[in-house]
């Protein structure tokens, strides 16, 4: 049987039962991954995951169930265990389940890719990280002892998607990354750094987003800071705060928060719940500055998309407008509860994984400074471009970034490099307190966790370099 | 036994596609069948019910001296074909090790441990009873406000075939409940069990026990920023002690993400701690006869009185540290299959005492390293949290996270529970079988 007959007869096989909603997603993962360590290929890695999940809602209870057994018997016995474990764990109901009926769609899009990950040998591919790998080594060759590790990454996500809706949605979404690693050891000291730029498309991402030149400016300032690195300072003080911590700091404590599935109390369990209610569209949570959105529309991006795994019409959400809630992210769950619009957020990260609400792009808005003009009223703070280590509670609201490329201010003026300071705030403290934002905006590739079992889905975390006034900085005890 | 006739099959086929393909010198495949169940509840309600069953292969090629890895998760075996035609073509194009290893040679016996398959244990409409039953008795009680949380079952067929002779294969059955309870004044509490059985989880004692935490709550108390002697709940061990063993895999301190580089034999912990890895255990949800490599697994000591003994290693990493490889196969990373304590002889109210004052601590999540090479972290406690004074709990507080160095915290041990669980929670690295732990001079940071 075609794909498309197997939809239809999961779907119709699923309605015979008295579903009240039915889904299909076929779902292909490729993934390739090249990694150096310390300048030696030792391994290549290739994945391909295919199969389908069904997911239904049957008397208020929705019912997911996963095969990559692509037959006609396979799909009527997927169909049947979905049914069977609903009709099972009626019992356990206290609150009935709807979902928010989108129109339907039937669409296909890809993104396009100008250096196809197939059409380039593998020779090549290895080039492209041997050669960063080597400037990597020069530059740290000063350092009596570093260690490192490079690799390049593809993952392609093929999908269809049908529904009792009427939908069938059909996406190809490539994506191409870069990751590093890098450790300096000296003299009892070390530093380390790890990161990954990326997006979607063929490899033309790895230029587009110019992650060589990035990667080579971060080895450079890591080189340039360790040695000279000082004690942090201590106390409430203004704080600078570069793409890489703004970006953790828009997803940590706005996105996450305003996934309506853990306000519900969904994720309770697992990954938390949210310091928003139910009823907090309108609610004050930060200065006017605090402008936060999430966008899966944005091209070569790393959580792209047009059509989340519901079958709903991806758009940009503006999750806070100047400093209020304006926007949760929904699916077709939270939508029917909250009694608005699903907004497209739904998605997973293989077949057999129910969808939850995921973030996309998440990042503050851009605003009109420089560089120089967010820096130059700072009598005496910090600027921090870069962290390692960072957590938060599971409401979001005990948070802390610990910098890495981090530097004292003084007059508005950077001095030295100072080591390890750490920002332990609260969510209201730190969001009162973004007094400027920059008109610059860079973006870093994350896998994001949530969900039982987890799914780390790719998204983009970066923003502009933002100014915090007068909050509090620790250092590492 | 959980039936595998699409997974056999596969492995089969795949396995005499690749014997015929010139240049290919080792094989080494692993077919897994996993049928899962999971049953997700919020607000004393079902959210959704998940069921996956699924059959995928991984395996290590040894193709002109290089390692090549995959995993395929499909029945379609023309796919199969064409993913090892692309994987080989790949390989022609990629330097070869000039440090090969072939994988090892004649046939060996395993043996699989007994009592860990229990058909019974993972049928829904039990599960779907005790959970109602479960929630009954916790709801009853007037401190729990409502619960959440997930109830697994889990059945897992395995099977090895390797160019070196080696065959074997094995079912096992895993049952795992993590249930959040929501308290009075916005406070929770996390249980989290796993085993092999039903009755491994001890159901009945979950509805005692929650009550006993509940009434020793005591009223809201804050503290100051500092350093604590701390108790850490099985739980708090199994995250902490879980990021611990995984830096002995060999990977790790290769790329410099381990502080246990050029650590063997040295002192990396108190000399109360002994940290070891044992799939060989009956009746256990860690049971695992061999690696992906073929390697018979065995109890494998990593931390012995506070000394690192070994690295974890594969037979690639072995060879490059001149010693066998210890059965941790991952194909790239050599990684634990369990974390185990050796327990103490002390109960918890023993470890109350040592600490004087301080503070207990039941659950954590978010374990983030500024630094892995010396092991400078960061861990957030969630749910309960208690200040002990003179080796009482006095009040419950909150908003606090613990900093330091895993190391320094690790050799700061003072004493061991002899009270050991199995825990394996959604934020646990490993399977774990971990004690009550007391620690002195814990940097904690409040907000």
């Known amino acids: 049987m075609s794909l498309e007959d197997l939809a239809k007869l999961a779907i119709d096989r699923s309605l015979e039962y008295d579903a009240d909603y039915a889904e299909f997603r076929h779902h292909v993962v490729e993934e390739e991954v090249l990694t150096l360590r310390n300048g030696v290929l030792k391994t290549f890695k290739k994945v391909y995951s295919e199969g389908y999940g069904v997911r239904v809602l049957l008397n208020g ?88 590790f490079i690799s390049l990454g593809w993952r392609r996500d093929t999908k269809v998607i049908a529904n009792s809706l009427g939908s069938y949605i059909q996406s190809t979404i490539p994506l191409v990354w870069i990751k590093f690693g890098v450790t300096i050891t000296e003299a009892g000291d070390s530093i380390q750094k790890i990161s990954r730029l ?56 706005i996105g996450h928060p305003f996934e309506a599935d853990r306000i519900l109390g969904r994720e309770g369990g697992q990954a938390g719940e949210s310091y928003l209610g139910y009823k907090c569209i309108g609610r004050q949570i930060g200065s006017e500055e605090v402008n936060v959105s999430d966008d899966p529309t944005m091209p070569m991006s790393g959580g792209y998309y047009l059509f989340d795994d519901e079958g709903v019409k991806a758009r940009k959400k503006r999750l806070v407008v100047e400093g209020r809630v304006n926007e949760l992210l929904h699916n077709r769950e939270t939508a029917a509860f909250f009694q608005v619009d699903s907004n497209g957020s739904a998605r997973s990260t293989s077949y057999d994984r129910e969808p939850i609400i995921r973030m996309s792009n998440t990042f503050f808005e851009p605003g009109d400074y420089s560089l120089n003009e967010l820096l130059e009223d700072v009598h005496s703070g910090l600027y921090i471009k870069g962290y390692m280590e960072w957590n938060i509670d599971d409401r979001r609201i005990n948070q802390r970034y610990t910098g890495l490329e981090a530097y004292f201010i003084e007059n508005g003026e950077i001095k030295y490099p100072v080591k390890n300071p750490v920002l332990e705030v609260t969510t209201e403290q730190l969001l009162k307190s973004l007094d400027a934002r920059g008109r610059d905006i860079t973006f870093y590739l994350g896998l994001c966790g949530k969900g039982a079992p987890p799914q780390a889905i790719p998204v983009w975390l970066g923003g502009p370099t933002l100014r915090f006034r007068n909050i509090n900085v620790g250092r590492r005890v | 036994m959980i039936p595998s006739v699409y997974l056999d099959s596969l492995m089969e086929s795949t396995y005499r596609y690749l014997t015929k393909i010139e240049g290919v010198d080792d094989i080494a495949l692993v077919g897994t069948r996993v049928r899962k169940s999971i049953i997700k509840f919020y607000r004393n309600s079902l959210s959704s019910i998940d069921n996956i069953d699924t059959s995928f292969l991984k395996f290590l090629i040894g193709y002109k001296r290089r390692r090549l890895v995959t995993t395929i998760n499909t029945i379609n075996e023309d796919q199969i074909k064409s993913h090892i035609e692309s994987l080989l073509m790949a390989a022609e194009n990629i330097p070869e090790l ?350």
């Not at chain 1, 201590?234 to 703004?246: A, F, H, I, L, P």
Request: with cysteine; aromatic share 10%; glycine share 8%.
């Open chain 1, 61 to 148: 209870v929705l019912s997911f169930s996963s095969s990559n057994i692509l037959t006609e018997s396979g799909v009527v016995d997927t169909v049947d265990r979905a049914i069977k474990s609903a009709k099972a764990s009626e019992s356990l109901i206290n609150r009935k389940i709807s979902l928010y009926e989108e129109e339907s769609h039937e669409v296909k899009y890809l993104v396009a890719e100008s250096r196809k990950w197939e059409n380039l040998s593998y020779k090549d591919k290895l080039d492209i990280i041997k050669g960063l790998d080597e400037e990597i080594k020069d530059r740290l060759s000063i350092f009596t002892s570093f260690t490192r």
């Open chain 1, 198 to 253: 990326g997006g979607s498309g063929g490899l033309e991402v790895i230029n587009n987003l110019k992650i060589e030149k990035r990667i080579l400016e971060c080895i450079n300032e890591l080189k340039s800071i360790f040695r000279r690195r000082k004690p942090s300072p201590r106390g409430k003080m203004d704080v600078v705060v570069g793409s890489e911590v703004s970006g953790i700091i828009a997803h940590e404590c």
């Open chain 2, 98 to 447: 000039e440090d090969y290893v072939p994988l090892p040679k004649g046939y060996t016996d395993y043996i699989e441990p007994r009592g860990i398959y229990d058909a019974e244990s993972l049928s829904i409409e039990n599960a779907v009873e005790t959970l109602d039953n479960l929630f009954s008795e916790l709801l009853n009680q007037s401190s729990v406000e409502r619960v959440a949380g997930t109830y697994e079952l889990i059945g897992v067929k395995r099977t090895l075939k390797t160019s070196g002779g080696r065959y074997g294969e094995y079912s096992k059955s895993i049952v795992r409940l993590n249930i959040r309870c929501f308290l009075e004044r916005g406070l929770t509490y996390q249980i989290s069990r796993i085993g092999v059985k039903v009755k491994d989880l001890k159901l009945d004692e979950i509805p005692e026990h929650i009550s006993e935490i509940t009434s020793a709550m005591g009223s809201k108390g804050r503290v100051t920023p500092g350093k604590y002697n701390i108790v850490i709940s099985p739980l708090v061990s199994a995250n902490l002690l879980g990021y611990y063993t995984r830096f002995s895999s060999a990977y790790y301190v290769d790329i410099g993400l381990s502080p246990f580089i050029d650590k063997i034999g040295e002192l990396v912990a108190s000399e109360e701690l002994t940290v070891y890895d044992d799939p060989t255990l009956d009746e256990t949800p860690v049971a695992k006869p061999f690696d992906n490599e073929g390697t018979p697994t065995s109890r494998t000591i990593v931390i012995d009185k506070g000394r690192l003994k070994t690295y974890l290693h594969n037979i690639y990493t072995a060879k490059k540290y001149g010693v066998k490889s210890t059965g941790h196969a991952g194909y790239i990373v050599p990684e634990p299959h369990s974390v185990i304590v050796n327990p103490g002889n002390s109960s918890l109210n023993d470890l109350l005492e040592d600490i004087g004052n301080g503070l207990l601590i039941t659950n954590v999540w978010y374990t983030r390293f500024q630094n892995y090479r010396i092991g400078d972290f960061s861990t957030l406690p969630r749910d309960l949290i208690f200040i002990i004074k003179n080796g009482d709990i006095h009040a419950y507080t909150y908003n606090i996270r613990i900093s330091d160095n895993l190391v320094n915290m690790f050799k700061n041990i003072i004493s061991i529970s002899k009270d050991v669980q199995w825990v394996y929670w959604w934020d646990t690295p490993y399977i774990s079988r971990t004690p009550y732990i007391a620690i002195k001079e814990v940097g904690i940071t409040v907000v």
